[in-house]
């Protein structure tokens, strides 16, 4: 989502460690990639091997800037050290895949996003991209909604962004950021 680009370049520096939690197609991890710099660094995760593939080949030279693993977000902290300023979760399926769509689950999405927010810098950024037109995606939109209502307000600032005026189940984009200074 567009949108998200801009929120998140305005947290993400030159040497930055970010996660890329739904690799997919790759879009996001080239994003990424350009925005840590060289000195930074995009861990990306996927459990379709197809997307590292795909990604890896998109990425070029911006490959060296990244880590491509295969393996369920849930398992961030196996995988990515504290301090990371930003996360980006793409949910739902790919477009190109319909029936054999491997899709992001309610618990598994939740787990990640737990995780994340135990590696996620003071003053660092989740983005969800949630979609809810297709089966299961009410569920997951509810525990993600669940999940986020519950954070703590003065150390998690939760905002939803939304198109009102399009058909077809737009997604939404729920952009979490963690306070810099908590004031308990
Ligand atoms: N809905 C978006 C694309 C989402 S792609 C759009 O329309 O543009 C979501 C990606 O998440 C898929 O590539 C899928 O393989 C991946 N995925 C699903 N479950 C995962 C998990 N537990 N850990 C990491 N990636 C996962």
């Not at 998109?58 to 800037?65: A, F, N, V």
């Amino acid at each position: 989502m567009p949108h998200s680009k801009q929120l998140l370049k305005e947290v993400i520096s030159e040497g930055d460690i970010v996660v890329d939690a739904t690799m997919g197609n790759g879009n996001d991890t080239i994003f990424l990639a350009q925005a840590v710099g060289p000195t930074g660094k995009v861990y990306a995760f996927d459990i379709q091997q197809q997307a590292l593939e795909a990604t890896q080949v998109r990425l070029g030279d911006l490959y060296s800037r990244t880590e491509l693993i295969l393996d369920s977000h849930t398992r961030i902290k196996d995988y990515v050290p504290e301090g990371i300023t930003a996360a980006v979760f793409n949910l739902g399926f790919l477009p190109n895949q319909h029936e054999t769509a491997v899709i992001t689950q309610p618990d598994t999405t939740v787990q990640a996003l737990e995780a994340t927010l135990q590696v996620l810098k003071p003053g660092g950024m989740i983005t969800i991209a949630v979609y809810d037109g297709h089966p299961g995606g009410v569920e997951e939109r509810e525990a993600v909604l669940g999940f986020a209502r519950k954070l703590h307000a003065k150390r998690y600032q939760v905002v939803r962004y939304e198109v009102v005026n399009q058909q077809n189940h737009p997604p939404f984009l729920l952009v979490i950021e963690k306070t810099s200074r908590p004031t308990t």
